[in-house]
């Protein structure tokens, strides 16, 4: 909901659509759901004295709980039958920033991020999330073991006296693992995952700039009846986004996959060289997102694109821009969407982010 966005998510509105295809399907990785294939919405909360939802703490980020809800449940645990488990994680937190990591510091196999599969597992130890990315790890067990899912302190890349506050300190645990005394066996992961052929800035022939800085991008607060910026179909563009604050922020486009060309002029780490929608920003880093926008032209209607620290996107950390066809412009956004009301507030626009 426009402008009430956090408060929803506080409240637990979150969910996760898994999609596959036949290539994902071809591939012989754990997919029997609720078995060897669990989804993990992660959601930190703070309770007052009866029970109900609180605010509680805020940093910069937003608001920090200090309990972790998986699925809706507290302290939850899950009892494992094979000895490979994939875990489908989405950080449904308004603000705090994951890593997570098993309590015993063994690695797994990151298979996939925002939007689909990797090119071949990567072996990690520990993978940070900021609200709304995703990333799906496969767990081997050992029978009879119990490991932890835990978040350990996130590198935030602020100054220390800021991590704090910012929850750039906690270490919460998430999701225990038990394993049976006895485990079916599924195999190892493919070392061959998707076809992920990166591109290069000679990819592109547009490149527009972002600047976050407070809770403005390009020094503008969201306007629901203005267009931004113009992209025509078919074309591949640069967006070079920059966070010009020593505090965190993060950046989610509508409408397509990007991959992360360059962060600070460099090459990405594995963790960020597929396809993503969602990245996030450490302060006074540049990060070039690449993307090609193939469908969905209307000149009429817009798409977002938004820092997804909740509390800053419902300040107004939002821009809006229109696919059109070659030769077209910008249209009207139609009265019924650019419309506000006599608070001041926007219309109820509802928002489905893409979840793969």
């Not at 599924?186 to 547009?206: F, H, N, S, Y």
């Not at 600070?264 to 006074?284: F, H, I, M, Q, S």
Request: overall charge negative; proline content about 6%.
């Amino acid at each position: 909901m426009h402008e009430e966005t956090e408060d929803h998510v506080e409240k637990g509105l979150a969910g996760m659509v898994i999609l596959s295809d036949e290539k994902e399907r071809g591939l012989a990785l754990p997919r029997e759901y609720g078995v060897d294939d669990i989804p993990v919405i992660v959601q930190d909360k703070r309770f007052d004295d009866d029970g109900q939802f609180t605010t509680g703490t805020r940093g910069f980020i937003g608001p920090i709980g200090d309990q972790v809800l998986v699925n809706g449940t507290l302290a939850p645990f899950l009892d494992v039958s094979t000895d490979v488990v994939r875990l489908r994680l989405l950080n449904a937190s308004s603000a705090r920033i994951y890593d997570f990591a098993l309590d015993d510091a063994r690695e797994f196999a990151l298979i996939a991020t925002d939007g689909g599969l990797l090119g071949k597992a990567v072996p990690k130890d520990a993978i940070r999330l900021s609200p709304g990315e995703r990333a799906e790890i496969v767990v081997s067990l050992s029978p009879g073991e119990k490991v932890t899912l835990r978040s350990t302190p996130p590198d935030l890349g602020v100054p220390q006296p800021l991590s704090a506050p910012n929850a750039g300190e906690d270490t919460l645990d998430v999701l225990q693992l038990r394993a049976a005394e006895e485990l079916r066996a599924l195999g190892a992961v493919p070392i061959k995952l998707a076809e992920v052929t990166r591109m290069t800035g000679r990819d592109a022939a547009v490149t527009h700039s972002f600047t976050l800085d407070g809770t403005q991008i390009n020094q503008r607060k969201m306007d629901i009846g203005r267009i931004d910026e113009v992209v025509e179909m078919g074309s591949t563009e640069i967006w070079s986004v920059h966070n010009n604050m020593s505090m965190p922020h993060s950046f989610h486009v509508h409408d397509v996959q990007f991959q992360v060309l360059t962060i600070d002029g460099r090459e990405p780490p594995p963790e960020l060289a597929g396809w993503k929608d969602t990245v996030y920003l450490e302060p006074n880093g540049v990060y070039r997102l690449i993307m090609t926008f193939t469908d969905y032209a209307d000149r009429n209607h817009p798409y977002m694109y938004h820092c997804h620290l909740l509390a800053h996107e419902d300040d107004g950390m939002m821009g809006q821009f229109v696919v059109v066809r070659p030769g077209q412009t910008a249209g009207d956004i139609p009265t019924s969407h650019a419309a506000t009301s006599t608070t001041g507030r926007g219309p109820r626009i509802q928002e489905l982010h893409h979840v793969h």
